[in-house]
């Protein structure tokens, strides 16, 4: 540096002049909570117990049992002698401010659920006593730690309560946590491939040589006996690549802003930290979320969950559907036809409960009862899976069930003699190892994180205080023998409730208001482009007609119309916010639009611009005018210069004759052909004739991002599923290498030309419900050219591939045309016979009439005394169409039905 730097000597000399003059000393272990303002008269700790002693009658009643004033007692004692009273008041605040702003806030998450006070004061929504969820699980009386509490907020209002956190406390003192991502080993390894010119193909090969996993590290992986290590030790271009790979994990490779964490402090950040920005707004730590908890700084998670955002939107459906008095928090626990729905697990679309697996497990449980529901939250994670179906078998059989020491029974009862929850194991110590809460939680963690140090301090203490309390010593083995194992599968019963009763409200909410909750869920994913579709699907499937959208009866969400999902106008590209209320606005202030003309007269033309309009045609959203959309395209340059002309008379004060004398005839909306609303003729006529159907769907798809009024499978599903291996909607739950078979059609084909001369093709394949790219290299394109055009139906059997959870594409290994069967399969229609009432079949026939067709009917009927399937009369065909099994639905769904099942699915 001196030589770098020989014109200039003294800048050397100044850089030790300056390290000389640094003098830092960061403090660790003391806690800088932000100052709580409490009314005057109140200290922090008064004004806590005066929220909790207020909160008692809402919560529990006018007099509530002994044991609740109890466990108040104990745990405000606890949270004094800690020092957190501010904490608490500081959660209690922003979770005020969120309910009372109309911001979903979900019913608990992690281990706060444990704490009645938390319960008081409204941060969780979950009894502990009810459901014995234990406090010191979440807050160990023997060890100063700062809490943690969690809070889930509908993803729309998050950033609204962080604002509103930061407003009240300054908005030097609050700031999002920063998180640093580093390089894995197979991202090492394939960036080492990348700039040593190795082939995709042979980086890929050499980098899925790692297992998957996040916390696989390349020591693991070079093991003796390692699929690494062994290709490693005989073939120099991985030995290569692998060496070059090694300096490179673990580096950072981005920064970010953390999921949920938030820094709230007692002075200006800075005081204590490092900031940045990034973006326009967010202001971020320099450090990740380890390093604030370390420096003393109170960190919170504000976690944004869809599901909440589902459940608002539902529930505010629902009351505009006519039910205005609905409440969501009201809803009994133990409702007949959810469980039922559960049972079936018709669980689509529901809270926890979706993957193919949990429903599975769902059939093999068959939950009766919320605590079900817990388990089943519990269980459904790697490790515990294997206990499913003993947890079934005991609650088939619950007298089959025995306890090797009868103090197990009351703890054990309510999952059946499984071991499922920490808090489980917490209390075997307490009641029968003679253990302190406080010493209780330290088990716990040392089995939760397999810390042999704590269990070979415990156990001596567990098996003395188990045999003093008079079990056997084949008792105490089994016991410590359990609590060894446990940390491959217990879990946190507080988290689990708190997400098991999301998961219920999902599923009371599908089961009793199928048509809001499905506008609901999938007004929510409208910007994940596969989940649309398979939403869609699913309300079919349901019986629930899914209608274009249209600008005389949507809004801007999905919504429920008539026992009927319309899609909203945010659904058609091209068509902003501002275009839609613009649209919303001029209808409810003049009514419905009678046709093109109309509405271009009544419609800002600056704001709902030719493109916006030109799509919401195609989308299908001006057929209620009457006229053709192949007409309204063709006449649309002239209607729109008609409005524009009609408004700019009107800012003119220029009015037509039409305003001076109203047209005693309105104008013809049926034909959609009116000028508007001064009567009158067009200044050009509306061709009557319309596109063929394939270009109809076409347009549709273009505008929409999916078919809506038909789909070129949709009458070929029960083909698919009986030709298909796996629909592609369940591609995502194969692991990496899976091979199968799939069907779907080609929506798009992008080829390109390769370094060396060849070609290959990425080709987009969509099925019903969800859609995957194709990688076809030049052997595959060689072979198959002619199948891979676009609007092609297609039967591929290839490889899975995924980078990661988020990246997945299909190999194929053999393509071929799928050829639809020209039979017609069944409708079939499943009641519970043992709750029909009378009568109802002869409606049914009824309904079956008005849509004739070419598909026999199938009724199949559950019994107590056994399942029948039915076939109707020749005279009873029909036309599988949404219409009829929303009639069909709304028919049954009062007399006891299972399920309507559309085009034969069964």
């Known amino acids: 540096m001196a030589a770098a730097f020989h014109c200039y000597p003294e800048a050397v000399t100044n850089t030790t002049l300056v390290a000389e003059r640094c003098n830092v000393t960061i403090e660790f272990g003391d806690l800088h909570l932000p100052r709580y303002e409490v009314p005057e008269g109140e200290t922090e700790s008064s004004y806590l117990r005066a929220l909790c002693d207020a909160a008692i009658e809402r919560r529990y009643g006018a007099e509530p049992a002994p044991e609740v004033r109890e466990r108040l007692e104990m745990e405000l004692a606890v949270i004094e002698r800690m020092g957190f009273p501010p904490y608490f008041l500081i959660v209690w605040d922003f979770v005020h401010y969120a309910k009372s702003h109309g911001i979903p806030v979900g019913p608990g998450r992690g281990s706060a659920a444990g704490s009645i006070v938390a319960y008081l004061l409204g941060i969780t929504d979950l009894d502990p006593l009810a459901y014995d969820l234990l406090f010191e699980r979440f807050l160990n009386p023997d060890r100063i730690s700062m809490p943690d509490i969690d809070i889930d907020f509908s993803v729309e209002g998050r950033d609204k309560v962080i604002d509103y956190v930061a407003a009240k406390y300054g908005r030097d003192r609050v700031a999002q946590i920063a998180t640093f991502g580093t390089i894995k080993v197979r991202q090492a390894i394939r960036d080492a491939a990348r700039v040593m010119d190795v082939p995709y193909g042979r980086a890929d090969q050499i980098a899925k040589l790692v297992p998957e996993g996040p916390k696989v590290t390349l020591a693991d992986c070079m093991q003796e006996k390692a699929d690494l290590r062994i290709e490693y030790d005989k073939d120099e271009l991985v030995r290569q690549v692998v060496d070059m790979a090694r300096p490179l994990e673990g580096l950072i490779r981005q920064d970010s802003i953390h999921a949920a964490g938030v820094v709230i402090c007692d002075r200006p950040l800075t005081d204590y930290l490092p900031l940045m920005q990034k973006g326009d707004a967010e202001v971020v730590t320099q450090v990740p979320m380890n ?50 729905m559960l049972q079936r697990a018709d669980s689509i679309g529901v809270f926890q409960f979706e993957s ?19 388990a089943l939250v519990a269980l459904y994670r790697p490790g515990p899976m294997e206990y499913i179906p003993l947890y079934a078998r005991n609650k088939r059989s619950p007298e089959g069930v025995s306890y090797p020491d009868p103090r197990l029974e009351p703890i054990l009862r309510s999952t059946y003699g499984v071991a ?28 939760g994180k397999k810390l042999r140090a704590i269990l070979d301090r415990l156990e001596p203490k567990f098996r ?16 410590w023998s359990l609590m060894e194992k446990a940390g491959d599968y217990s879990f946190n019963k507080s988290h689990a409730a708190c997400y098991a009763l999301i998961a219920y409200r999902t599923a009371y909410l599908k089961a009793n208001y199928p048509v809001e909750y499905m506008a609901a869920l999938i007004s929510s994913v409208m910007n994940t482009k596969d989940k649309v579709p398979f939403y869609v699907t699913q309300a079919n499937e349901m019986g629930i007609e899914v209608l274009p959208p249209d600008v005389n009866e949507s809004v801007i969400d999905f919504r429920a119309v008539g026992g009927r999902i319309r899609f909203g106008l945010n659904a058609v590209k091209n068509v902003g916010e501002n275009a839609i209320r613009t649209i919303l606005a001029a209808r409810e202030k003049e009514g419905p639009f009678l046709s093109l003309f109309d509405f271009c007269e009544r419609v800002d033309l600056g704001v709902v611009n030719r493109r916006a309009l030109e799509s919401l045609i195609k989308a299908g959203a001006l057929d209620s005018t009457g006229a053709s959309r192949k007409g309204m395209l063709h006449v649309l340059a002239p209607a729109m210069a008609h409005g524009q002309k009609v408004q700019g008379d009107t800012a003119a004060g ?4 039409f305003d001076l004398m109203m047209s005693a005839e309105p104008p013809n909306a ?38 809506v009024s038909s789909h070129p499978l949709r009458d070929l599903r029960r083909q698919v599923r009986q030709e298909a291996e796996n629909l592609i909607s369940e591609l995502p739950g194969l692991p990496d290498g899976a091979v199968t078979t799939i069907v779907g059609m080609v929506s798009n084909v992008k080829r390109i030309a390769t370094k060396s001369g060849g070609a290959m093709a990425f080709v987009t394949v969509e099925g019903l419900e969800g859609s995957v790219e194709m990688i076809c290299f030049n052997k595959t394109l060689q072979e198959n050219g002619g199948l891979l055009e676009e609007d092609r139906l297609v039967k591929v059997r290839g490889r899975l591939e995924r980078k990661d959870e988020s990246e997945q594409k299909f190999i194929p290994y053999t393509i071929e045309p799928f050829v639809p069967r020209t039979g017609v399969e069944p409708v079939c229609i499943m009641l519970d016979g043992d709750r029909l009432p009378l009568g109802v079949v002869d409606e049914l026939k009824g ?55 559309p085009m034969a699915i069964a």
């Open 670 to 707: 049926a034909s959609g052909t009116g000028v508007g609303r001064m009567g009158g003729h067009p200044p050009v006529e509306i061709p009557v004739d319309d596109f063929g159907q394939d270009e109809l769907l076409r347009l549709e798809k273009e505008t929409l991002g999916l078919y």
């Open 291 to 340: 390093d604030v908890e370390k420096l003393g700084l109170l960190k919170m998670d504000f976690l944004g969950l869809r599901n909440l955002d589902v459940i608002a939107s539902a529930v505010e459906i629902i009351r505009a559907s006519g039910h205005t008095d609905f409440d969501l928090d009201s809803v009994p626990l133990d409702d007949r036809p959810t469980y039922e």
């Open 464 to 479: 003395g205080g188990a045999a003093a309390g008079g079990a056997t010593s084949e008792v105490i083995d089994f016991l």
């Open 356 to 374: 193919s697996g949990m429903r599975e497990a769902m059939r093999d449980v068959g939950p009766t009862v919320f605590e079900d529901l817990i």
């Open 847 to 901: 309904i079956l009439a008005h849509f004739p067709g070419p598909c026999p009917v199938e009724l199949h009927v559950a019994t107590g005394g056994g399942d029948y399937r039915l076939r109707c009369g020749e005279g009873y065909r029909v036309k599988p169409d949404t219409s009829l099994f929303a009639e069909v639905r709304v028919l049954l769904g009062e007399a006891g039905i299972i399920r309507t099942e």
């Open 420 to 447: 499922i929850y920490q808090e489980q194991l917490m209390e075997i110590a307490k009641r029968i190892g003679g253990f302190s809460p406080a010493e209780a939680d330290d088990l716990r963690k040392g089995i």
């Open 654 to 657: 220029q009015g037509s004759i």
